[in-house]
């Protein structure tokens, strides 16, 4: 079989494979910081592939993941939206909008409420989310006592869930693309593919639609969410150990006397969102002309200076270092794992049991699984789709439901993972480390994962 011949064409080390990811899981839960693991696991695998040569390969393998295309786009694009977050709070217009919503939000399930539909409305990519939305509602939330990490649940799981489900975003772009390439959709045909796919994304349905039932206790809190609501109760909503996250945010203050605009937090965001469309869903380039449009605006209208506008600007970008670095090492793990073979050793392992009835359910499994252990969502499934391309046209298998089970398997990816990008981006703009944010979230996540499963073995 084509499949077959194709996975044992890509070289892997077996069950050993595994240990660099597997020593990241143990020491991230261990220490509760993610940095410190990635970088272990991915010195491992070094050592694993080169030995005494390690010192020299682990150089060249910083150097090359430097240079990674994605890892430069995601380093500018957060980077942009730190310093965009840096005018908004020093301008006086975060607190604008934020004394608007404080007057029509009456009760904690309100402020939620309004938390999750900002969180569906900036739908164009889950950055823009993550980023925007923590900044913006974390002192609504403290006011009604909701610990940042509650804040950070809602709002990741209407992150990559809502990117995912509405196909005008940058995840329909970049898997609609890959379809066309793997033979799932004809040329020019790729969203059109992906859209067919989108009535089985179980899991991003189930994650977006659990949140409201979490916020009002129809889903009751869950294990570290329940002690972090409980410490929020009493009055400290920010988690012990994430001091140094708050303090980073108080970096920038609002310039005394300013005259506070709403609209100048509302239109750079309606204009953030109309760019990515007019820019084809090009996230970069709109994040790039907002933020210039904004600092220039600023400029025309005096409300800061020259030197002021611009040193926001830098200190805003320097707002998202610590969230960088943790992605810089989570891209080490990566490029690890590829030399390593992981995903295709996992691929060999269950293709002999995957057939049409099967493959939708397998193939959330076992690539949700992947997704979660090693934080990519995106990368690992360029190694993977061909596979399961050739597998689903093999076993006739339906074709939508494949595309609903594949992406389904890494937004699970992108929301559980302990240091996936989107939970460190979430974690940083709501107050509250990575680990923190994770480890409360994961109940609800595994409880969507489970329930997806279930519709996956039914469909089937």
């Not at 150097?63 to 020093?90: H, P």
């Amino acid at each position: 079989m084509e499949t077959a011949d194709a996975l044992q064409s890509v070289s892997h080390m077996g069950p050993l494979s595994l240990i660099p990811t597997l020593l990241v899981l143990v020491i991230a839960v261990w220490i509760k910081r993610p940095i410190e693991a990635l970088l272990a696991g991915a010195i491992m695998g070094v050592i694993m592939l080169n030995g005494t040569a390690t010192v020299g390969a682990f150089a060249d393998m910083a150097v090359r993941t430097l240079q990674d295309d994605d890892l430069a786009w995601i380093i500018l694009v957060c980077g942009g939206m730190g310093s965009l977050i840096g005018l908004f709070i020093r301008t006086g217009s975060l607190h604008a909008f934020m004394e608007r919503v404080t007057r029509r939000v009456t009760t904690r399930f309100g402020a939620l409420l309004a938390t999750w539909l900002m969180g569906i409305a900036l739908f164009v990519d889950d950055y823009l989310n993550s980023i925007t939305v923590g900044a913006a509602m974390r002192k609504i939330t403290d006011k009604f006592k909701i610990s940042r990490e509650m804040l950070a649940y809602v709002i990741d799981s209407t992150a990559a869930p809502v990117s995912v489900i509405i196909p005008i975003s940058t995840w329909a772009v970049f898997f609609g693309t890959i379809l066309v390439d793997v033979g799932m959709a004809e040329e020019g045909h790729g969203i059109m593919a992906y859209i067919s796919g989108i009535p089985y994304m179980l899991y991003p349905w189930i994650a977006v639609l659990m949140v409201p039932l979490v916020a009002s206790g129809k889903i009751p809190l869950l294990g570290p969410m329940k002690a972090a609501e409980l410490r929020a109760a009493g009055g400290q909503s920010i988690p012990p150990g994430a001091e140094h996250i708050h303090k980073a945010h108080l970096a920038i203050q609002e310039r005394k006397g300013v005259n506070r605009k709403i609209s100048l937090f509302v239109l750079p965001l309606l204009t953030l969102v109309g760019l990515t469309l007019y820019f084809d869903l090009e996230f970069l380039r709109a994040t790039i002309a907002t933020l210039g449009l904004t600092a220039l605006a600023v400029l025309v209208f005096k409300i800061l200076d020259l030197h002021d506008t611009f040193d926001t600007v830098i200190e805003g970008f320097k707002t998202m270092i610590e969230p960088l670095a943790i992605i810089f090492a989570a891209y080490m793990l990566k490029d690890v794992n590829g030399s390593l073979g992981l995903t295709t050793y996992i691929l060999e392992l269950t293709q002999p049991f995957m057939t049409a009835q099967t493959l939708p359910f397998i193939v959330f499994g076992v690539m949700g699984l992947i997704a979660f252990a090693t934080g990519s969502s995106w990368g690992m499934f360029v190694i993977a789709l061909p596979i399961i391309a050739e597998l689903a046209i093999a076993t006739d298998a339906n074709i939508p439901l494949i595309i609903g089970a594949t992406l389904s398997a890494s937004t699970f990816g992108s929301h559980a993972c302990l240091y996936a990008d989107a939970t460190v981006l979430t974690a940083q703009s709501c107050g509250c480390t990575s680990i923190q944010h994770a480890l409360t979230q994961l109940p609800y996540a595994f409880l969507a994962a489970l329930l997806s499963l279930i519709g996956f073995a039914f469909l089937a």
